[in-house]
Nanobody, 125 residues
Framework: QVQLVESGGGLVQAGGSLRLSCAAS????????MAWFRQAPGKEREFVAA????????WVADSVKGRFTISRDDAKNTVILQMNSLKAEDTAVYYC??????????????????WGQGTQVTVSS
């Protein structure tokens, strides 16, 4: 059983930055692809970024490319989402997830086996 715990959400003004962390534990979490999704009120859950525990070449959605980066801290078993130049439309609950997929670009909620509890990100305009 994999456990995922997110932290780092909050309220920020447009143009500001936030750093989300997802601490993974339990089971064979290193076998999974780690991803961030977000869900705004009344909208479907949307893919944001994904990364493997082994190797490099993370994948970031076009909607946040150039502003968001995903990385990992192997020593702390943590995946990090650095969000810069935040916009009001980035407001959502952000979820960390662990799943299985061959190509990171095809990551979707249906591929994910484990989810964190979510953390609220609110960007004021």
């Amino acid at each position: 059983q994999v456990q995922l715990v997110e932290s780092g959400g909050g309220l920020v003004q447009a143009g500001g930055s936030l750093r989300l962390s997802c601490a993974a534990s339990g089971g064979t979490f290193r076998n999974y692809v780690m991803a961030w999704f977000r869900q705004a009120p009344g909208k479907e859950r949307e893919f944001v970024a994904a990364i493997r525990w082994i190797g490099i070449s993370p994948w970031v959605a076009d909607s946040v490319k150039g502003r968001f980066t995903i990385s990992r801290d192997d020593a702390k078993n943590t995946v990090i989402l650095q969000m810069n130049s935040l916009k009001a439309e980035d407001t959502a609950v952000y979820y960390c997830a662990a799943g299985t997929v061959v190509r990171l670009a095809t990551m979707s909620p249906a591929n994910c086996d484990y989810w964190g509890q979510g953390t609220q990100v609110t960007v004021s305009s």
